[in-house]
Protein backbone atom coordinates (compact mmCIF):
# COMPACT_ATOMS: atom_id res chain seq x y z
CA UNK A 1 0.00 0.00 0.00
CA UNK A 2 1.32 3.45 -0.59
CA UNK A 3 1.37 6.17 1.79
CA UNK A 4 -0.72 9.27 2.47
CA UNK A 5 -1.15 11.79 5.02
CA UNK A 6 -4.40 11.76 6.85
CA UNK A 7 -3.53 13.22 10.21
CA UNK A 8 -5.83 11.89 13.25
CA UNK A 9 -5.60 12.80 16.89
CA UNK A 10 -3.12 10.82 18.99
CA UNK A 11 -4.24 8.47 21.72
CA UNK A 12 -4.65 9.03 24.97
CA UNK A 13 -2.86 6.81 26.69
CA UNK A 14 -3.80 4.71 30.32
CA UNK A 15 -0.91 4.06 32.06
CA UNK A 16 -0.59 1.94 35.34
CA UNK A 17 0.98 4.49 37.78
CA UNK A 18 2.80 3.29 40.67
CA UNK A 19 0.58 4.44 43.08
CA UNK A 20 -1.74 1.77 42.42
CA UNK A 21 1.00 -0.81 43.38
CA UNK A 22 1.96 1.40 46.67
CA UNK A 23 2.12 -1.09 49.89
CA UNK A 24 -0.29 -1.45 52.51
CA UNK A 25 -0.21 0.85 55.43
CA UNK A 26 1.22 -0.60 58.46
CA UNK A 27 -1.25 -1.28 60.93
CA UNK A 28 -2.00 0.86 64.21
CA UNK A 29 0.84 -0.48 67.09
CA UNK A 30 -0.80 -1.75 69.71
CA UNK A 31 -0.21 -0.52 73.18
CA UNK A 32 0.20 -2.30 76.60
CA UNK A 33 -2.97 -1.40 79.15
CA UNK A 34 -1.92 -1.04 82.67
CA UNK A 35 -1.82 -4.52 84.36
CA UNK A 36 -3.26 -4.72 87.93
CA UNK A 37 -1.80 -7.91 88.96
CA UNK A 38 2.12 -9.61 88.37
CA UNK A 39 0.37 -13.28 87.00
CA UNK A 40 -1.98 -11.30 84.39
CA UNK A 41 0.94 -9.18 83.21
CA UNK A 42 2.90 -12.14 81.98
CA UNK A 43 -0.35 -13.54 80.13
CA UNK A 44 -0.78 -10.23 78.89
CA UNK A 45 3.11 -9.87 77.86
CA UNK A 46 2.78 -13.45 75.92
CA UNK A 47 -0.54 -12.22 74.46
CA UNK A 48 0.58 -9.39 73.28
CA UNK A 49 4.17 -10.74 72.20
CA UNK A 50 2.01 -13.28 69.52
CA UNK A 51 -0.35 -10.51 68.55
CA UNK A 52 3.16 -8.79 67.12
CA UNK A 53 5.12 -11.57 65.67
CA UNK A 54 1.58 -12.47 63.70
CA UNK A 55 1.11 -9.09 62.91
CA UNK A 56 4.91 -8.88 61.84
CA UNK A 57 3.79 -11.88 59.66
CA UNK A 58 0.97 -10.84 57.98
CA UNK A 59 2.55 -7.13 57.30
CA UNK A 60 5.79 -9.21 55.67
CA UNK A 61 3.64 -11.71 53.31
CA UNK A 62 1.65 -8.94 52.46
CA UNK A 63 4.54 -6.56 51.16
CA UNK A 64 5.42 -10.06 49.40
CA UNK A 65 2.50 -10.75 47.41
CA UNK A 66 2.25 -6.89 46.13
CA UNK A 67 6.01 -7.32 45.20
CA UNK A 68 4.81 -10.24 42.99
CA UNK A 69 1.66 -8.71 41.44
CA UNK A 70 3.92 -5.70 40.57
CA UNK A 71 6.86 -7.42 39.21
CA UNK A 72 3.89 -9.44 37.35
CA UNK A 73 2.84 -6.63 36.03
CA UNK A 74 5.96 -4.94 35.26
CA UNK A 75 7.89 -8.15 33.43
CA UNK A 76 5.50 -9.92 31.30
CA UNK A 77 7.81 -12.58 31.19
CA UNK A 78 6.21 -15.12 33.28
CA UNK A 79 9.09 -16.20 36.12
CA UNK A 80 7.86 -19.03 38.74
CA UNK A 81 7.71 -17.16 42.40
CA UNK A 82 10.34 -17.92 44.96
CA UNK A 83 9.91 -21.15 46.71
CA UNK A 84 9.08 -19.02 50.09
CA UNK A 85 6.32 -17.08 48.52
CA UNK A 86 4.12 -19.27 47.52
CA UNK A 87 3.44 -20.84 50.53
CA UNK A 88 2.58 -17.64 51.82
CA UNK A 89 0.12 -16.45 49.20
CA UNK A 90 -1.75 -19.32 49.84
CA UNK A 91 -2.61 -18.83 53.00
CA UNK A 92 -3.15 -14.76 52.83
CA UNK A 93 -6.18 -15.69 50.64
CA UNK A 94 -8.65 -13.46 52.26
CA UNK A 95 -6.19 -10.45 51.34
CA UNK A 96 -6.66 -9.14 48.20
CA UNK A 97 -4.35 -6.65 46.14
CA UNK A 98 -5.39 -3.85 43.57
CA UNK A 99 -4.08 -5.88 41.21
CA UNK A 100 -6.17 -7.79 38.52
CA UNK A 101 -6.89 -10.81 40.01
CA UNK A 102 -4.73 -14.15 38.57
CA UNK A 103 -6.85 -15.98 36.38
CA UNK A 104 -9.76 -18.11 37.48
CA UNK A 105 -9.63 -22.20 37.58
CA UNK A 106 -12.44 -21.93 34.45
CA UNK A 107 -10.30 -20.06 32.65
CA UNK A 108 -7.26 -22.23 33.03
CA UNK A 109 -9.31 -25.01 32.16
CA UNK A 110 -10.52 -23.86 28.36
CA UNK A 111 -6.56 -23.08 27.53
CA UNK A 112 -6.03 -24.60 24.19
CA UNK A 113 -2.98 -27.12 24.64
CA UNK A 114 -0.56 -24.85 22.49
CA UNK A 115 -0.44 -22.69 25.12
CA UNK A 116 2.44 -23.55 27.92
CA UNK A 117 1.53 -25.06 30.69
CA UNK A 118 -0.39 -23.43 33.32
CA UNK A 119 2.07 -24.43 35.67
CA UNK A 120 4.83 -22.01 34.74
CA UNK A 121 2.56 -19.21 34.91
CA UNK A 122 1.04 -18.89 38.32
CA UNK A 123 0.49 -14.85 37.70
CA UNK A 124 -1.39 -14.55 34.63
CA UNK A 125 -2.62 -10.80 33.98
CA UNK A 126 -6.49 -10.96 32.63
CA UNK A 127 -6.43 -9.13 29.37
CA UNK A 128 -7.94 -5.61 29.51
CA UNK A 129 -8.12 -4.07 25.90
CA UNK A 130 -7.34 -0.50 25.21
CA UNK A 131 -5.81 -0.37 29.15
CA UNK A 132 -1.88 0.49 27.45
CA UNK A 133 1.06 -0.03 29.29
CA UNK A 134 4.81 0.34 28.18
CA UNK A 135 6.78 -2.71 27.18
CA UNK A 136 10.10 -1.48 27.36
CA UNK A 137 12.22 -4.34 26.20
CA UNK A 138 9.86 -4.02 22.65
CA UNK A 139 9.61 -0.70 22.44
CA UNK A 140 5.29 -0.96 22.74
CA UNK A 141 2.38 0.14 24.18
CA UNK A 142 0.58 -3.18 24.99
CA UNK A 143 -3.10 -3.41 26.45
CA UNK A 144 -2.51 -5.19 29.78
CA UNK A 145 -2.47 -8.94 30.01
CA UNK A 146 -0.68 -9.05 26.25
CA UNK A 147 2.92 -9.99 25.82
CA UNK A 148 4.91 -9.64 22.49
CA UNK A 149 7.71 -11.17 20.95
CA UNK A 150 9.82 -10.45 18.08
CA UNK A 151 9.63 -13.21 15.04
CA UNK A 152 11.66 -11.36 12.53
CA UNK A 153 13.67 -8.46 11.71
CA UNK A 154 14.73 -7.39 7.92
CA UNK A 155 17.63 -7.97 6.76
CA UNK A 156 18.38 -10.61 9.65
CA UNK A 157 18.05 -14.80 9.33
CA UNK A 158 15.11 -15.83 11.20
CA UNK A 159 15.89 -17.50 14.23
CA UNK A 160 14.00 -20.97 14.89
CA UNK A 161 15.45 -21.82 18.21
CA UNK A 162 18.64 -21.96 19.90
CA UNK A 163 20.80 -23.93 17.46
CA UNK A 164 19.03 -22.97 14.29
CA UNK A 165 18.00 -19.95 12.46
CA UNK A 166 16.93 -19.66 8.50
CA UNK A 167 19.90 -19.18 5.67
CA UNK A 168 17.96 -16.48 3.97
CA UNK A 169 17.48 -12.95 5.56
CA UNK A 170 13.91 -11.83 6.34
CA UNK A 171 12.64 -9.52 3.63
CA UNK A 172 11.98 -6.26 3.44
CA UNK A 173 9.07 -3.79 3.99
CA UNK A 174 6.85 -6.52 5.05
CA UNK A 175 3.16 -5.37 3.69
CA UNK A 176 -0.29 -7.43 3.61
CA UNK A 177 0.06 -11.55 5.57
CA UNK A 178 -2.48 -14.28 6.23
CA UNK A 179 -1.99 -17.25 7.97
CA UNK A 180 -2.96 -20.79 6.27
CA UNK A 181 -3.09 -24.53 8.18
CA UNK A 182 0.09 -26.40 7.08
CA UNK A 183 -1.03 -28.85 4.90
CA UNK A 184 2.09 -31.17 4.43
CA UNK A 185 1.55 -34.44 6.51
CA UNK A 186 4.62 -33.71 8.35
CA UNK A 187 3.65 -30.76 10.04
CA UNK A 188 0.72 -31.80 11.66
CA UNK A 189 -1.15 -28.94 13.29
CA UNK A 190 1.47 -26.85 12.22
CA UNK A 191 0.37 -23.30 10.47
CA UNK A 192 2.30 -20.55 8.12
CA UNK A 193 2.15 -17.09 8.02
CA UNK A 194 2.80 -15.58 4.20
CA UNK A 195 3.86 -11.81 4.36
CA UNK A 196 4.13 -9.94 1.21
CA UNK A 197 7.17 -7.76 0.29
CA UNK A 198 6.94 -4.27 -0.95
CA UNK A 199 10.02 -3.55 -1.84
CA UNK A 200 9.81 -1.37 -4.97
CA UNK A 201 13.84 -0.22 -6.46
CA UNK A 202 15.39 -1.95 -7.57
CA UNK A 203 13.03 -4.55 -9.29
CA UNK A 204 12.10 -8.23 -8.81
CA UNK A 205 13.48 -7.82 -5.13
CA UNK A 206 9.63 -7.93 -3.84
CA UNK A 207 8.54 -11.45 -3.40
CA UNK A 208 6.31 -13.30 -0.60
CA UNK A 209 8.17 -14.41 2.13
CA UNK A 210 6.77 -17.85 4.56
CA UNK A 211 7.00 -18.47 8.08
CA UNK A 212 6.21 -22.28 8.96
CA UNK A 213 5.55 -22.71 12.58
CA UNK A 214 4.68 -26.51 14.57
CA UNK A 215 1.47 -27.03 16.19
CA UNK A 216 3.70 -25.71 19.42
CA UNK A 217 3.98 -21.93 17.24
CA UNK A 218 7.94 -22.63 17.48
CA UNK A 219 8.85 -21.25 14.08
CA UNK A 220 10.43 -24.31 11.64
CA UNK A 221 11.19 -22.65 8.90
CA UNK A 222 11.34 -19.26 7.04
CA UNK A 223 11.40 -19.14 3.23
CA UNK A 224 10.53 -17.30 -0.12
CA UNK A 225 7.37 -18.80 -1.75
CA UNK A 226 7.46 -15.83 -4.82
CA UNK A 227 10.71 -14.25 -6.05
CA UNK A 228 11.37 -11.68 -8.61
CA UNK A 229 8.33 -10.14 -8.16
CA UNK A 230 8.37 -6.15 -7.67
CA UNK A 231 6.09 -4.02 -4.86
CA UNK A 232 3.84 -7.18 -3.58
CA UNK A 233 1.57 -4.95 -1.70
CA UNK A 234 -1.89 -6.53 -1.05
CA UNK A 235 -3.15 -9.97 -1.95
CA UNK A 236 -6.15 -12.08 -0.78
CA UNK A 237 -6.67 -15.98 0.09
CA UNK A 238 -8.87 -18.01 -2.16
CA UNK A 239 -11.69 -20.39 -0.90
CA UNK A 240 -8.61 -23.45 -1.50
CA UNK A 241 -6.28 -22.23 0.75
CA UNK A 242 -3.67 -20.53 -1.64
CA UNK A 243 -2.53 -16.80 -1.33
CA UNK A 244 -2.79 -13.85 -3.89
CA UNK A 245 -0.44 -11.31 -4.46
CA UNK A 246 -0.66 -8.41 -5.96
CA UNK A 247 2.69 -6.31 -7.50
CA UNK A 248 1.40 -2.43 -7.49
CA UNK A 249 3.93 -0.93 -10.32
CA UNK A 250 3.26 0.08 -13.64
CA UNK A 251 3.81 -3.57 -14.59
CA UNK A 252 2.12 -5.67 -12.14
CA UNK A 253 0.88 -8.36 -12.17
CA UNK A 254 -1.60 -10.66 -9.92
CA UNK A 255 0.15 -14.28 -8.83
CA UNK A 256 -1.52 -17.36 -6.81
CA UNK A 257 1.59 -18.46 -4.59
CA UNK A 258 1.33 -22.03 -2.92
CA UNK A 259 2.21 -21.34 1.00
CA UNK A 260 4.15 -24.51 1.46
CA UNK A 261 5.93 -23.69 -1.73
CA UNK A 262 5.54 -26.85 -3.23
CA UNK A 263 3.62 -25.52 -6.58
CA UNK A 264 5.30 -23.19 -8.32
CA UNK A 265 3.58 -19.28 -8.28
CA UNK A 266 1.59 -18.34 -11.35
CA UNK A 267 -0.02 -15.54 -12.58
CA UNK A 268 -3.75 -14.86 -12.71
CA UNK A 269 -5.44 -14.62 -16.17
CA UNK A 270 -7.14 -11.34 -14.74
CA UNK A 271 -5.43 -8.38 -14.67
CA UNK A 272 -2.64 -9.74 -17.48
CA UNK A 273 -2.50 -6.48 -19.15
CA UNK A 274 -0.60 -5.45 -15.91
CA UNK A 275 -1.26 -2.31 -13.28
CA UNK A 276 -0.76 -0.86 -10.04
CA UNK A 277 -2.91 -3.95 -8.65
CA UNK A 278 -3.50 -4.12 -5.13
CA UNK A 279 -6.18 -6.59 -3.80
CA UNK A 280 -7.84 -9.57 -4.36
CA UNK A 281 -11.33 -11.48 -3.43
CA UNK A 282 -13.22 -14.61 -3.92
CA UNK A 283 -16.85 -15.24 -3.80
CA UNK A 284 -16.91 -18.81 -3.88
CA UNK A 285 -20.85 -18.88 -3.78
CA UNK A 286 -21.00 -17.54 -7.54
CA UNK A 287 -17.74 -18.69 -9.05
CA UNK A 288 -16.49 -15.05 -9.43
CA UNK A 289 -13.19 -13.15 -8.49
CA UNK A 290 -12.92 -9.72 -8.14
CA UNK A 291 -9.42 -7.21 -8.00
CA UNK A 292 -8.43 -3.79 -7.10
CA UNK A 293 -6.05 -1.33 -8.65
CA UNK A 294 -4.63 1.24 -6.41
CA UNK A 295 -4.26 4.34 -9.52
CA UNK A 296 -7.03 7.28 -9.77
CA UNK A 297 -8.00 5.43 -13.03
CA UNK A 298 -7.91 2.10 -11.64
CA UNK A 299 -10.95 -0.17 -12.09
CA UNK A 300 -12.45 -3.23 -10.22
CA UNK A 301 -12.10 -6.23 -12.41
CA UNK A 302 -14.30 -9.14 -12.33
CA UNK A 303 -13.76 -12.41 -13.40
CA UNK A 304 -15.52 -15.39 -13.94
CA UNK A 305 -13.82 -18.91 -15.27
CA UNK A 306 -14.99 -20.07 -18.32
CA UNK A 307 -14.77 -23.71 -16.88
CA UNK A 308 -14.72 -25.23 -12.92
CA UNK A 309 -11.75 -27.49 -11.77
CA UNK A 310 -13.60 -29.21 -9.10
CA UNK A 311 -10.40 -31.64 -8.32
CA UNK A 312 -7.89 -28.78 -8.65
CA UNK A 313 -9.25 -25.60 -7.95
CA UNK A 314 -6.13 -23.74 -8.13
CA UNK A 315 -6.13 -23.74 -11.96
CA UNK A 316 -9.34 -21.70 -11.87
CA UNK A 317 -7.42 -18.43 -12.00
CA UNK A 318 -5.06 -19.33 -14.95
CA UNK A 319 -7.37 -20.68 -17.39
CA UNK A 320 -9.89 -18.81 -20.12
CA UNK A 321 -12.75 -16.59 -18.66
CA UNK A 322 -14.41 -13.30 -18.69
CA UNK A 323 -13.05 -10.23 -17.79
CA UNK A 324 -15.39 -7.23 -16.96
CA UNK A 325 -14.96 -3.92 -14.94
CA UNK A 326 -17.13 -2.34 -12.34
CA UNK A 327 -19.63 0.41 -13.35
CA UNK A 328 -21.75 2.37 -10.94
CA UNK A 329 -24.86 4.40 -11.16
CA UNK A 330 -25.35 6.56 -8.22
CA UNK A 331 -28.92 7.45 -7.73
CA UNK A 332 -28.06 9.44 -5.17
CA UNK A 333 -24.60 10.62 -2.93
CA UNK A 334 -24.74 7.47 -0.89
CA UNK A 335 -26.44 4.73 -3.23
CA UNK A 336 -27.18 3.53 -6.49
CA UNK A 337 -27.10 0.51 -8.95
CA UNK A 338 -24.26 -1.35 -10.71
CA UNK A 339 -22.98 -3.41 -13.46
CA UNK A 340 -20.26 -5.21 -15.04
CA UNK A 341 -19.31 -3.77 -18.08
CA UNK A 342 -16.63 -4.81 -21.27
CA UNK A 343 -15.75 -1.40 -21.84
CA UNK A 344 -12.79 -0.70 -19.44
CA UNK A 345 -11.83 3.41 -20.82
CA UNK A 346 -15.81 3.89 -19.20
CA UNK A 347 -15.10 1.89 -16.50
CA UNK A 348 -12.02 4.06 -15.45
CA UNK A 349 -13.76 7.19 -15.98
CA UNK A 350 -16.22 5.64 -13.55
CA UNK A 351 -14.11 4.59 -11.30
CA UNK A 352 -12.05 8.13 -11.45
CA UNK A 353 -15.48 9.84 -10.75
CA UNK A 354 -17.17 7.95 -8.20
CA UNK A 355 -14.47 4.96 -6.56
CA UNK A 356 -10.54 6.52 -7.44
CA UNK A 357 -7.53 4.21 -5.85
CA UNK A 358 -8.89 1.37 -4.55
CA UNK A 359 -7.66 -0.74 -1.98
CA UNK A 360 -9.02 -3.45 0.19
CA UNK A 361 -11.47 -5.70 -1.08
CA UNK A 362 -13.59 -8.61 0.20
CA UNK A 363 -16.82 -10.91 0.05
CA UNK A 364 -19.08 -12.15 3.14
CA UNK A 365 -21.64 -14.02 1.84
CA UNK A 366 -23.68 -11.57 -0.52
CA UNK A 367 -21.51 -8.47 0.11
CA UNK A 368 -18.79 -7.47 -1.89
CA UNK A 369 -16.96 -4.50 0.35
CA UNK A 370 -14.06 -2.44 -1.08
CA UNK A 371 -12.53 0.81 0.04
CA UNK A 372 -11.86 3.74 -1.95
CA UNK A 373 -8.97 5.16 0.06
CA UNK A 374 -8.28 8.62 -1.87
CA UNK A 375 -12.32 9.52 -0.92
CA UNK A 376 -12.62 7.20 2.50
CA UNK A 377 -15.51 5.30 1.32
CA UNK A 378 -16.32 1.83 1.79
CA UNK A 379 -18.19 0.54 -0.67
CA UNK A 380 -21.20 -2.21 -0.60
CA UNK A 381 -22.15 -4.16 -2.96
CA UNK A 382 -25.54 -6.87 -3.00
CA UNK A 383 -24.17 -9.48 -5.32
CA UNK A 384 -27.63 -10.93 -5.37
CA UNK A 385 -29.21 -8.06 -6.43
CA UNK A 386 -27.85 -4.66 -8.78
CA UNK A 387 -27.90 -2.23 -6.08
CA UNK A 388 -25.08 -0.36 -3.49
CA UNK A 389 -24.29 1.43 -0.80
CA UNK A 390 -21.88 3.69 0.60
CA UNK A 391 -20.10 5.23 4.02
CA UNK A 392 -17.23 7.86 5.07
CA UNK A 393 -14.97 6.12 6.94
CA UNK A 394 -13.92 9.35 8.57
CA UNK A 395 -16.53 8.54 11.13
CA UNK A 396 -17.49 5.93 12.94
CA UNK A 397 -16.04 2.59 12.58
CA UNK A 398 -13.28 4.36 11.88
CA UNK A 399 -10.89 7.47 12.25
CA UNK A 400 -8.13 7.79 9.81
CA UNK A 401 -7.96 5.43 7.22
CA UNK A 402 -8.71 1.77 7.61
CA UNK A 403 -5.83 -0.35 6.14
CA UNK A 404 -7.21 -3.92 6.77
CA UNK A 405 -9.44 -5.81 8.81
CA UNK A 406 -10.45 -8.78 10.14
CA UNK A 407 -13.67 -10.10 11.75
CA UNK A 408 -12.68 -12.22 14.46
CA UNK A 409 -16.22 -14.45 15.32
CA UNK A 410 -16.44 -14.89 19.29
CA UNK A 411 -19.53 -16.16 21.40
CA UNK A 412 -22.64 -14.75 19.87
CA UNK A 413 -22.18 -11.12 21.40
CA UNK A 414 -18.66 -10.95 21.24
CA UNK A 415 -17.83 -10.19 17.93
CA UNK A 416 -14.64 -8.31 17.53
CA UNK A 417 -13.81 -6.46 14.36
CA UNK A 418 -9.46 -6.36 14.75
CA UNK A 419 -8.25 -3.07 12.23
CA UNK A 420 -5.05 -1.18 11.34
CA UNK A 421 -4.66 2.57 10.45
CA UNK A 422 -2.70 4.46 8.00
CA UNK A 423 -1.66 8.01 8.78
CA UNK A 424 -2.20 7.71 12.74
CA UNK A 425 0.30 9.65 14.99
CA UNK A 426 1.40 6.80 16.36
CA UNK A 427 0.40 3.49 14.40
CA UNK A 428 -1.48 0.24 16.01
CA UNK A 429 -3.82 -2.07 16.20
CA UNK A 430 -7.44 -1.43 17.27
CA UNK A 431 -10.63 -3.40 17.45
CA UNK A 432 -14.26 -2.51 17.39
CA UNK A 433 -16.63 -4.49 19.22
CA UNK A 434 -20.62 -4.92 19.07
CA UNK A 435 -21.80 -2.02 21.10
CA UNK A 436 -19.36 0.02 19.01
CA UNK A 437 -16.49 0.64 21.26
CA UNK A 438 -13.46 1.31 19.51
CA UNK A 439 -10.39 0.58 21.69
CA UNK A 440 -6.92 0.20 20.90
CA UNK A 441 -4.91 -3.05 21.11
CA UNK A 442 -1.31 -2.17 20.83
CA UNK A 443 0.24 1.07 19.52
CA UNK A 444 4.47 1.28 18.48
CA UNK A 445 5.33 4.79 19.21
CA UNK A 446 8.89 3.39 18.32
CA UNK A 447 8.48 1.95 15.04
CA UNK A 448 7.48 3.44 11.46
CA UNK A 449 4.19 4.81 11.58
CA UNK A 450 2.47 1.99 9.08
CA UNK A 451 1.24 -1.33 10.78
CA UNK A 452 0.95 -4.08 8.04
CA UNK A 453 0.41 -7.48 7.72
CA UNK A 454 -2.00 -8.36 10.70
CA UNK A 455 -3.25 -11.98 10.63
CA UNK A 456 -4.00 -14.35 13.68
CA UNK A 457 -3.02 -18.35 13.76
CA UNK A 458 -5.65 -20.59 12.92
CA UNK A 459 -6.90 -21.12 16.51
CA UNK A 460 -6.51 -16.87 16.82
CA UNK A 461 -4.47 -17.35 20.25
CA UNK A 462 -1.58 -15.56 17.98
CA UNK A 463 -2.01 -12.03 16.32
CA UNK A 464 0.72 -11.01 13.49
CA UNK A 465 1.51 -7.32 13.05
CA UNK A 466 4.32 -5.52 11.33
CA UNK A 467 6.13 -2.61 11.37
CA UNK A 468 7.13 -2.02 7.56
CA UNK A 469 9.37 0.36 7.37
CA UNK A 470 10.96 -1.12 10.05
CA UNK A 471 10.63 -4.71 8.97
CA UNK A 472 9.83 -5.99 12.26
CA UNK A 473 7.45 -8.61 12.75
CA UNK A 474 5.60 -9.13 15.88
CA UNK A 475 3.90 -12.29 17.35
CA UNK A 476 1.05 -10.75 20.29
CA UNK A 477 -0.56 -13.28 22.95
CA UNK A 478 -3.28 -12.63 25.88
CA UNK A 479 -1.57 -14.18 28.48
CA UNK A 480 -4.29 -16.02 29.77
CA UNK A 481 -3.45 -17.79 26.53
CA UNK A 482 -7.20 -17.51 25.61
CA UNK A 483 -7.79 -16.51 21.66
CA UNK A 484 -8.33 -12.85 21.12
CA UNK A 485 -12.09 -13.63 20.13
CA UNK A 486 -12.80 -14.88 23.60
CA UNK A 487 -14.62 -12.22 26.21
CA UNK A 488 -11.59 -10.63 28.40
CA UNK A 489 -11.38 -10.90 31.98
CA UNK A 490 -12.30 -7.37 32.52
CA UNK A 491 -15.48 -6.45 30.39
CA UNK A 492 -14.67 -2.68 31.08
CA UNK A 493 -13.35 -1.61 27.71
CA UNK A 494 -11.11 1.54 28.04
CA UNK A 495 -11.93 4.23 26.14
CA UNK A 496 -9.02 5.49 23.36
CA UNK A 497 -9.40 9.04 21.38
CA UNK A 498 -10.97 7.03 19.00
CA UNK A 499 -14.30 7.62 20.86
CA UNK A 500 -13.85 11.10 20.84
CA UNK A 501 -15.38 11.05 17.30
C1 LIG B 1 15.56 -26.27 15.98
O1 LIG B 1 14.91 -26.06 14.73
C2 LIG B 1 15.29 -26.96 13.72
C3 LIG B 1 14.63 -26.51 12.44
O2 LIG B 1 13.23 -26.44 12.55
C4 LIG B 1 14.94 -28.38 14.12
O3 LIG B 1 15.35 -29.29 13.14
C5 LIG B 1 15.61 -28.72 15.45
O4 LIG B 1 15.20 -29.98 15.89
C6 LIG B 1 15.27 -27.67 16.49
N1 LIG B 1 16.05 -27.91 17.69
C7 LIG B 1 15.53 -27.89 18.91
C8 LIG B 1 16.46 -28.10 20.03
O5 LIG B 1 14.33 -27.70 19.09
C1 LIG C 1 12.33 -11.97 -13.47
O1 LIG C 1 11.16 -11.39 -14.00
C2 LIG C 1 11.35 -10.65 -15.20
C3 LIG C 1 10.04 -9.97 -15.55
O2 LIG C 1 9.00 -10.86 -15.56
C4 LIG C 1 11.84 -11.59 -16.29
O3 LIG C 1 12.08 -10.86 -17.47
C5 LIG C 1 13.10 -12.28 -15.80
O4 LIG C 1 13.50 -13.25 -16.76
C6 LIG C 1 12.91 -12.95 -14.48
N1 LIG C 1 14.17 -13.44 -13.97
C7 LIG C 1 14.30 -14.65 -13.46
C8 LIG C 1 15.66 -14.99 -12.93
O5 LIG C 1 13.39 -15.46 -13.41
Not at 34 to 46: A, G, H, I, M, N
Not at 117 to 141: C, E, H
Not at 170 to 185: E, S
Amino acid sequence: MTKTSIPSSPSSLTTLSDTEHDLPMAPPEILPTTEKKPRLTFLFVTVILGVLIFLIALVSTFMTRSKVSQEAVSTPIRESPSPTAAPIMSTLAPVVPKTPPTASPTVTSSLSPTVRSPTTAPTRIAFDPGNLVKDSSQGLLLSVGLQARILAQAGQPVQYNVTHQSSLPFHAMPDFGATFVDTRPENPGGWIYVSNSEVRRPWYQGGVGAITFDSQGHIREYRMILTNTTANCGGGVTPWGSWVSGEEYREGLFWQVDPTGTRPPEILTVGKEKGMYESFAADPQRNQYFVTEDFETGPIRRFIPSSTHPTDPWKTLHGEGETTYLYLQPTSEQEGTYTWISNKNRAQSNAQALFPNCEGIDVHGDKLYFISKKIETVFVLDLAGNSYTSYSTRQGLFQGQPDQMIQLQGNADNTLYFFTEDGSASAGVHARNRAGQIFTILEGPTYSNEVTGLAFSPDKTRMYIAFQDDGILFEIVRQDGLPFSARSLNLRYHSSAFDTV
